[in-house]
């Protein structure tokens, strides 16, 4: 079931016969052990003891459970996992990425579509920002079984227009646009800003405008400063493709909208103007 060592906690929840006591199971389990048949090792930094299935009993094993008994192992898998490695951390930076793709594995077999799309996306992002733009995709494709979720779209299409597939990129945003619930409205900002840049690389620069202006609105309305940093930073951009240089139509907009103390918009906005006018 587990491509990785899972604690005694997790075997407990999945494997244990709840028809015996505590005390058989755990038996059993450390007779398995002897047999060779688990593997098990003690974590250094934890002082716990893992385990892990040989993988070569993997075919032989596959006939003990029907398949309707193997896909409600496997969403009990899932659910374990999902708490232990993934709820009971909070946050992506403290689940090691192993253990994460494990959860979205599992999830995408087990068919428990919001913990894949839940850990998925947060993975597909953390790659595409640190330029593992192949991964990224991959994992989301694998996602994309289960249902087309607007997030996991909008990662697509990010991976597609990074590797040069334009057409596809535009195609899962306008998809990922279509699909986005009326109240995330910060998403929705988002995919058009994103949506904006795909057609940028095309020239359509009168499109992607308008584009940046709607996602510039969505952002004032909900009180989004990074998301109008970038969004005056990408009108600034279009308004370089276009000659004026002055940039002066942002810089009114930024002096009126952002008082001087927002320092993280100060430094997002400054950066990518500087960026801007040095490239001219």
């Known amino acids: 079931m587990f491509r990785l060592p899972v604690t005694e ?3 407990r929840d999945v494997a244990f016969c709840h028809e015996v006591g505590e005390a058989q199971n755990v038996q059993c389990l450390h007779r398995l052990v002897g047999l060779s ?8 930094a934890t002082q716990q003891q893992e ?7 993997e075919p032989l094993l596959q006939p003990m459970l029907t398949v309707e008994e193997w896909q409600i192992t496997r969403k ?3 659910a374990s996992i999902y708490k232990t490695w993934w709820e009971d951390r909070k946050e992506f930076g403290y689940c090691k990425e192993s253990q994460a793709q494990e959860i979205v594995k599992l999830a995408v077999l087990a068919e428990e579509k919001e913990i894949a ?3 998925g996306y947060a993975v597909a992002n953390n790659w595409l920002n640190t330029s593992r733009v192949v991964g990224a995709l991959e994992i989301c494709q694998e996602i994309l079984q ?3 979720d607007y997030r996991i779209l909008g990662s697509i299409a990010q991976a597609e227009n990074h590797l040069g597939f334009v057409r596809d990129a535009m195609i899962h945003y306008q998809k990922a646009l279509e699909l986005c619930p009326g109240d995330d409205l910060k998403t929705k900002a988002t995919i058009l800003h994103c949506i904006a840049n795909v057609k940028t690389r095309q020239g359509d620069i009168k499109g992607a405008m308008s584009l940046c202006k709607q996602s510039l609105q969505i952002c004032d309305s909900i009180n989004d400063v990074t998301g ?17 240089i002055s940039l002066h139509w942002v810089n009114c907009n930024c002096t009126c909208s952002f008082p001087l103390t927002d ?4 430094l997002a906005f400054t950066k990518t103007l500087m960026s801007i006018i040095c490239g001219l």
């Open 117 to 119: 799309i839940a850990v």
């Open 9 to 11: 906690d997790i075997v």
């Open 228 to 244: 109008k940093a970038a969004t005056l930073c990408q009108i600034a951009r279009l308004k370089a493709e276009q000659g004026d």
């Open 37 to 44: 048949l688990v593997e098990s090792a003690t974590v250094y």
């Open 51 to 57: 385990y892990r299935v040989t993988t070569i009993l």
């Open 263 to 266: 320092v993280n918009f100060g």
């Open 76 to 78: 009990s898998a899932t």
């Open 146 to 148: 289960l249902s087309e």
